[in-house]
């Protein structure tokens, strides 16, 4: 199902329109100049991340690469798996849209200007490579690249030139003359059919998937999105190929029921990559293509893919563990001190990551006396969505240049808080509050750990009245008492 494609048509031209006219730069020098966004050293480098010059702007005619419903045609399962994910809406998703709306409105200056420009790498890498995004206004889209990030951008990626913002040498074939060329993935084994096939040790790591998940600012260089590093950085990582956890061991292991975290088991997924028919091996694993993230919980809906929405559940709820530390004794009138620990068990990266300065974990804290009435409370949202000012947040806030907060890509500078649960490791909150003389004991003391993509006011900010209510997921939660 393709969210509206009318006005999508029109926003595009609307866009081609305000780029073409404004951005004079050399866009293809830009690119060059921007990625990679950071170098690994040699030794940590797969044999297919190389010095060279990246695909630049309109390199690629758009009539090289093929849709992904006829890879579909004998990848049946991948092609359904990764039909509904975050990269099949990456350009099309209605947050993703909004912002990218707002910032073609509001920024001003050179400088911002180019970072609205380089949306479209990551966000529509074959928008990009055919330059289609950017060409006269008469252009419309070709049917391959209306398909965001898909099977022939991935699997026609030769080699990177590093880490983040997009660094891609794209090598399709070209599907104009029904030439599938080669396609790049994890076998080293596979028979010809369609098309040829190369191992790629790229595709294998986690450095693939960090030419995108890890986003430097094209004018101020800021680090807006740092998954990749944080893993890098994390224990996850452990240097040893044997032992090292990649973001595909989380994340192309999951499927409905196996939520393969780093919490819980990420077991084989056995079965064919391509039906038998058309010459698919039966094999002991087969990576899975859902990608599921928080966004998948408000794709979900809009697909009518509850299942989805369920795998994105499965994950929040089995990255966190949260701990209540608690006095053995306590009397009325006194002071209450307790403290909240929240430990990140699942994820490879902080929790949040990615776009943290937009995405909310917070925790909601009450406190009830023997007769259930609540004699605390922090971290509440009320009805129309609004989270509580006092509450423990988990997320980034950027600053422009005036020094104020803001949640505007293009005019961020500079972070002025970053305050997350990195990998396997833990905070720790600690919450006071004066008892009356009158409370009834035992306490119940309950902390719970909550997501949701978005804050409400957010969503009503870039999405107007139509603006759907942004779910909650509780990811993890403790109870005590106290005498
Ligand atoms: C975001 C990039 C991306 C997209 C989009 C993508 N793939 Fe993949 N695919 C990968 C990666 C990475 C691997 C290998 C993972 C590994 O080895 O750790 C892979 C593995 C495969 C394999 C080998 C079998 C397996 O799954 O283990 C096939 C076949 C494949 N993909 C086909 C497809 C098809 C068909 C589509 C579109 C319906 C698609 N891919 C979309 C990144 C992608
Ligand atoms: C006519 C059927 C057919 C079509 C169409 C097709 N493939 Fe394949 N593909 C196969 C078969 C068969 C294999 C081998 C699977 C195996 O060895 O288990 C394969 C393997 C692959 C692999 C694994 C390569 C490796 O070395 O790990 C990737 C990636 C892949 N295909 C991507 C694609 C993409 C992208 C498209 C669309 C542009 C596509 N395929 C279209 C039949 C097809
Ligand atoms: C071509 C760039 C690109 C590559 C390569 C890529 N991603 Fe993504 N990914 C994105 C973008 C852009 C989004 C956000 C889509 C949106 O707007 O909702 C995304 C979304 C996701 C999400 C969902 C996030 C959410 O909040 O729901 C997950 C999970 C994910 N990617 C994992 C991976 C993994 C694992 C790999 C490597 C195998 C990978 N991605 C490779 C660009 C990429
Ligand atoms: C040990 C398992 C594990 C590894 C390794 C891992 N992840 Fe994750 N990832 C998770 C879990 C669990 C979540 C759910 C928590 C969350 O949404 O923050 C998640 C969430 C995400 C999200 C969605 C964040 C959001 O906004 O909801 C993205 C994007 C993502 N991972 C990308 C990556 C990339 C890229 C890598 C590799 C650099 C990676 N992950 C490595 C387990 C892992
Ligand atoms: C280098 C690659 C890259 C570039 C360039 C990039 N993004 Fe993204 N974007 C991502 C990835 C990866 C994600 C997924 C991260 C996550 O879910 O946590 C994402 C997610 C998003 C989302 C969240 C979508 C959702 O529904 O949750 C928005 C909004 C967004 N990007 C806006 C932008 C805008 C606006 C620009 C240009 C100023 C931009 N991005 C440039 C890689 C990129």
């Not at 419903?69 to 099309?92: E, L, M, N, P, V």
């Not at 590093?162 to 074939?173: H, L, Q, T, W």
């Not at 002071?335 to 776009?355: C, D, K, Q, S």
């Amino acid at each position: 199902m393709r969210l509206t494609r009318f006005p999508c048509l029109l926003f595009t031209i609307y866009c081609l329109l305000v780029l073409g006219l404004e951005t004079q730069n050399d866009p293809g020098a830009i690119a060059q100049e921007w990625a990679p966004s950071w170098q690994l050293p040699q030794r940590d480098r797969p044999a297919n991340i190389i010095e060279a010059p990246i695909t630049g702007r309109g390199e690629m005619p758009e009539g090289r690469f093929f849709p992904p419903i006829i890879c579909g045609a004998c990848h049946t399962d991948i092609f359904q798996q990764w039909k509904g994910s975050t990269h099949a809406y990456a350009w099309y998703d209605p947050l993703f849209r909004a912002l990218y709306q707002k910032g073609l409105q509001e920024a001003q200056g050179e400088q911002q200007r180019v970072v609205m420009d380089t949306c479209v790498r990551c966000h529509s890498p074959v928008g990009f490579t055919t330059g289609e995004w950017k060409a006269t206004p008469s252009t419309p889209g070709s049917e391959a690249s209306k398909e965001n990030i898909f099977c022939d951008f991935c699997h026609s990626v030769k080699a990177t030139t590093g880490i983040g913002n997009a660094p891609f040498i794209v090598d399709p074939g070209d599907a104009v003359k029904m030439d599938f060329g080669t396609k790049r993935g994890p076998f080293k084994d596979c028979p010809t059919t369609a098309h040829k096939t190369e191992y790629s040790e790229l595709h294998t790591r986690s450095e693939f998937c960090g030419s995108c998940h890890d986003v430097s600012h094209a004018g101020s260089r800021l680090a807006v999105e740092q998954t990749y590093t944080e893993w890098r950085l994390g224990p996850y990582n452990t240097g040893n190929p044997a032992t090292t956890t990649h973001c595909q061991d989380c994340h192309m292991r999951q499927r409905p029921g196996v939520p393969s975290t780093g919490s819980t088991e990420r077991p084989d997924n056995p079965g064919f990559a391509a039906k038998k028919e058309v010459g698919g091996i039966e094999r002991p694993h087969i990576w899975t293509h859902y990608f599921v993230g928080g966004t998948s919980l408000i794709l979900g809906p809009i697909l009518q893919e509850p299942e989805r929405q369920k795998m994105a559940e499965d994950r929040l709820k089995n990255a966190a563990r949260v701990e209540l530390i608690t006095p053995t004794a306590i009397k009325p009138g006194e002071l209450l001190r307790f403290r909240v620990m929240v430990e990140n068990v699942g994820a490879g990266h902080y929790i949040p990551t990615g776009l943290t300065e937009v995405r909310q974990m917070w925790l909601d804290v009450a406190v009830a006396d023997a007769d259930g009435k609540e004699v605390y409370r922090s971290g509440t949202v009320d009805e129309r969505g609004h989270l509580e000012e006092d509450a423990v947040v988990y997320h980034t806030i950027f600053g422009n240049e005036k020094g104020q907060p803001t949640y505007k890509i293009w005019e961020a500078t500079h972070i002025i808080s970053d305050y997350r649960v990195p990998p396997k490791g833990q905070r720790v909150e600690k919450y006071a509050f004066l008892l009356p003389p009158d409370i009834k004991l035992p306490l119940k003391i309950k902390a719970v750990l909550r997501y949701r993509s978005a804050p409400q006011w957010l969503a009503g900010e870039l999405l107007g009245d139509g603006a759907p209510t942004i779910p909650i997921v509780d990811m993890a939660e403790a109870t005590a008492a106290v005498q």
